[in-house]
């Protein structure tokens, strides 16, 4: 089964450092989505791309939070410098775009900013 | 703007118990639905999902879901549940045409065995 990989699985750093969370999507996949997971907020998009543009990133705290996707194998979520509210589960997903078509998540990187 | 809402936070059933999830959303057109699980410590996985035809939806392990238009629902079922089926289920919504998927906060399932 083609799966969406994530790096790091867990990462604990401090306050004011920076973070980088990377994600490979299903080969063929044009589509890539970040979510932040919390338990007051549930699942909140942060950004989306297709084909490597990035067409919504509305989710996002834009003075420390940076998606890109230098290829199509590669997609980072960068926060500098990271905040305690930042730790959360943040999931990438990839699919086939056009909405009908389900996404496909990775297993998450868990954020813990001490 | 879409929204999904799920109505419970948490749900605690004992095995072999039945199963409703209620979710509904809010749009105005043709829409995509779906639901997805997650298990302790796992990624989101696809339950199953709506695009067309028959509202009436079967998915993975037993699951279905029925999609009525005039209420804007999507509520997931399963006849007789398993300490298996403990997990948190999300419930999501998709216009046509549009690339995100808007998820609702999500159920906790908890089957005490």
């Known amino acids: 089964d083609a799966r969406v990989t994530q790096t790091p699985r867990h990462k604990v750093t401090e306050m004011g450092q920076e973070v980088t969370m990377r994600c490979q999507p299903i080969?063929?996949?044009?589509?890539v989505f970040w979510y932040r997971q919390t338990m007051m907020q549930g699942l909140e998009l942060l950004a989306y791309f297709r084909n490597r543009a990035p067409l919504d990133d509305s989710g996002m705290p834009k003075d420390r939070f940076s998606a890109e996707m230098p290829d199509a194998t590669l997609a980072t979520l960068k926060i500098q410098p990271s905040e305690p509210r930042d730790s959360a589960v943040y999931f990438c997903a990839s699919g086939l775009g056009s909405g009908n078509q389900p996404q496909h998540f990775g297993d998450g990187t868990r954020l813990s900013i001490l | 703007a879409q929204s999904v809402s799920q109505h419970n936070h948490h749900v605690i059933l004992s095995e072999a118990a039945s199963l409703e999830l209620g979710c509904n959303y809010s749009?105005?057109?043709?829409?995509?639905l779906f639901w997805y699980v997650q298990y302790p410590g796992q990624h989101l996985q696809l339950l199953l999902k709506?695009?067309?035809?028959?509202?009436l939806v079967k998915g993975i392990k037993g699951f279905e879901a029925e999609f009525i238009k005039s209420k804007f629902s999507f509520n997931l079922r399963k006849p007789s549940v398993q300490w298996s089926d403990t997990a948190e289920y999300f419930c999501a919504v998709n216009a046509y045409r549009d690339d995100k998927i808007i998820f609702g906060k999500g159920t906790r399932l908890h089957i005490l065995p």
């Open positions: 749009y105005g057109g043709t829409v995509n």
């Open positions: 709506y695009f067309s035809g028959d509202p």
């Open positions: 080969l063929g996949h044009n589509t």
